[in-house]
């Protein structure tokens, strides 16, 4: 127990004498959780949550073909 408030000491000393590595990684760490938040709001709507059809098992996907003309 000791060991790790003596590390916590050193960390925060370390923190007063270089603030700008330690908002770099604040704002590093908050651009990720951020991004992260924002891509599993995405997935969640679109590919997870089931369709608000009466039955979206039934539902088709139809999309026209382009042949080309050498064929």
Partial sequence: MQTLIHE????????????GV???????LALG?????????VVNGVILRPLSYHE???????WPEMR????
């Fill in 68 to 71: 080309s003309s050498k064929d």
């Fill in 8 to 19: 916590v000491r050193v960390a925060l000393r370390s923190v007063r004498r270089t603030p």
């Fill in 56 to 62: 979206p098992s039934d539902l088709v996907r139809v």
């Fill in 33 to 41: 959780i951020g991004a992260n938040a924002a891509m599993f709001s």
């Fill in 22 to 28: 330690a908002a770099a990684a604040v704002v590093t």
